[in-house]
């Protein structure tokens, strides 16, 4: 079974330029997170869909971060305008079913930002 | 506060020794509790869970936990660790505390070095 995708593996910006983050999640799944990690930190969740619906983006910095999952598969994570403090990578994960604290969470390669 | 504490940041063996790192949590209500595993250059996988029932899990590689509820720990423990089995290692927590969304809390990593 294909893992989740993620693209682009690497990005370096400028601050104050908007960058754009795509997620493909495991064919299937219902739910998809993007975690945010700091180098030397764990991953931090910014946002949760359940099929195209927010369930949790209590930790998204709204003022530059957005995220949608339109029709419930793709998800694409922006952020606008970056700052150097975003430099991180950007995890996508995606679990089946909508049991949540119950699913098993698979995780996507990454996108490693570097913000100048 | 919901927290997961690695008390461990890097940690170097030789091959054949034991090993256990240590996580605590603190965490109100019912909890799930897991260990992921990066290594070089690949994406964070599963490496073991608990869910409920018998506290001490095995999973992939040799690898087993044991949730002891009294002292709010999931130690990870592998007794002949191995050169391939330099990676990080993220010990998580979510549960019912969480509003039931899965939202995962990560320590912050333990990085192990095996020595050939």
């Known amino acids: 079974e294909a893992g989740v995708a993620q693209s682009p593996r690497y990005k370096i910006i400028e601050k104050r330029q908007s960058v754009a983050f795509w997620c493909n999640p495991i064919s299937g799944h219902a739910t998809l997170y993007w975690y945010q990690q700091i180098l030397g930190q764990g991953p931090k969740l910014l946002i949760q869909?359940?099929?195209?619906?927010?369930?949790?983006d209590s930790q998204l910095p709204k003022d530059r971060f957005s995220a949608e999952r339109l029709k419930g598969v793709d998800s694409t994570l922006k952020i606008q305008p970056a700052k150097l403090e975003d430099s991180a990578v950007y995890l996508c994960?995606?679990?089946?079913?909508?049991?949540?604290?119950?699913?098993?969470?698979?995780f996507g390669p990454g996108t490693r930002l570097l913000v100048l | 506060a919901q927290s997961v504490s690695q008390h461990n940041h890097h940690v170097i063996l030789s091959e054949a020794a034991s090993l256990e790192l240590g996580c605590n949590y603190s965490y109100g209500g019912t909890v799930n509790l897991f260990w992921y595993v990066q290594y070089p250059g690949q994406h964070l996988q599963l490496l073991l869970k608990?869910?409920?029932?018998?506290?001490l899990v095995k999973g992939i590689k040799g690898f087993e936990a044991e949730f002891i509820k009294s002292k709010f720990s999931f130690n990870l423990r592998k007794p002949s660790v191995q050169w391939s089995d330099t990676a990080e290692y993220f010990c998580a927590v979510n549960g019912l505390g969480s509003g039931n969304t899965g939202k995962l809390i990560f320590g912050q990593g333990t990085t192990l070095q095996v020595k050939p």
């Open positions: 994960a995606s679990s089946l079913g909508s049991l949540g604290w119950r699913e098993t969470q698979y």
């Open positions: 869909f359940q099929n195209n619906g927010v369930v949790d």
């Open positions: 608990y869910f409920s029932g018998d506290p």
